[in-house]
């Protein structure tokens, strides 16, 4: 069995302060024995002002943030996952994806996740936070990894049944949401989510949100990073603050489902 852990922390617009967060929850999360190491989303940059992230952008593969991950990854011995890192645009320069990155236990970049458009019912629509010049990416992700098939999710994917019925039909074992949701948001949402996806997939979620008040972006993250077995259980959680959750990932438990006899099975929608 594996080790993971989900990390909770609050970012800010300072990148070198967050890259240092990040040092300091990864190498305790190694302490602890965990290989798998999840970041929240937005956990390099947080706000709420296009300009930043267009300053802070790098082209895939090379820049400040991603060689400082890599070198976390590689120097820690353990796979990082970490969301909102911005990543040039291949149509235009002058526009940036919010990605995904994973690095394995040699520095290596395994895989890109670029947030796909938010869909949000109507009443949270006027909760996101729109970034000019941002592109959107088309394909969700799996990565396969020496311990579990990984499904990668974000913030708003959350709101999508069919994202995580996809990544289930294509082999996903567990389910990874990185997220920045808001206390306004996640208040009415996040854990019930949460427990859904997890419950109608019979597939663990592992989900690490912002936590605490982002002076420079004035805004409330949710926090509630939580640990969701396969029957929709909490199996750990923090409401606030700054903490490491490790949980074992035990091969035998994942669930090969049979989706011709499953209730939750697309075909069956009307």
Not at 164 to 188: C, I, P, T
């Amino acid at each position: 069995m594996v080790k993971a852990a989900v990390i909770q922390m609050s970012s800010c617009l300072a990148v070198g302060i967050n890259l240092l967060t990040l040092k300091r929850m990864v190498e305790r999360a190694a302490s602890a024995g965990a290989k798998l190491i999840i970041f929240p989303d937005r956990c390099t940059l947080f706000s709420v002002n296009a300009t930043d992230y267009d300053i802070n952008k790098e082209v895939l593969g090379e820049g400040r943030i991603q060689d400082y991950i890599q070198k976390l990854s590689r120097e820690n011995d353990v796979w990082i996952i970490a969301s909102g890192i911005p990543i040039v645009s291949e149509y235009s320069k002058l526009k940036y994806y919010l990605a995904t990155v994973v690095y394995n236990d040699l520095g290596n970049l395994i895989e890109v996740y670029y947030q796909l458009p938010p869909t949000l019912p109507a009443v949270f629509q006027w909760t996101h936070m729109l970034l000019q010049n941002q592109e959107y990416g088309e394909f969700v992700k799996i990565v396969q990894t020496p311990f579990a098939n990984i499904g990668l999710s974000t913030t708003y994917d959350i709101f999508c049944p069919e994202i995580f019925r996809y990544l289930k039909r294509q082999g996903a074992d567990v389910f990874v949401l990185s997220a920045a949701m808001g206390s306004d948001l996640g208040v009415h949402a996040w854990t019930m989510l949460l427990k859904t996806r997890a419950l109608e997939n019979s597939t663990m979620i592992l989900a690490a949100n912002q936590s605490g008040f982002h002076e420079d972006a004035n805004m409330l993250s949710h926090g509630n990073s939580a640990i969701i077995d396969d029957r929709g259980q909490v199996v750990d959680s923090v409401e606030i603050g700054e903490k490491v959750l490790v949980v074992e990932l035990n091969c035998n438990s994942f669930k090969n489902i049979c989706f011709d006899q499953n209730p939750f099975q697309l075909q069956y929608r009307r």
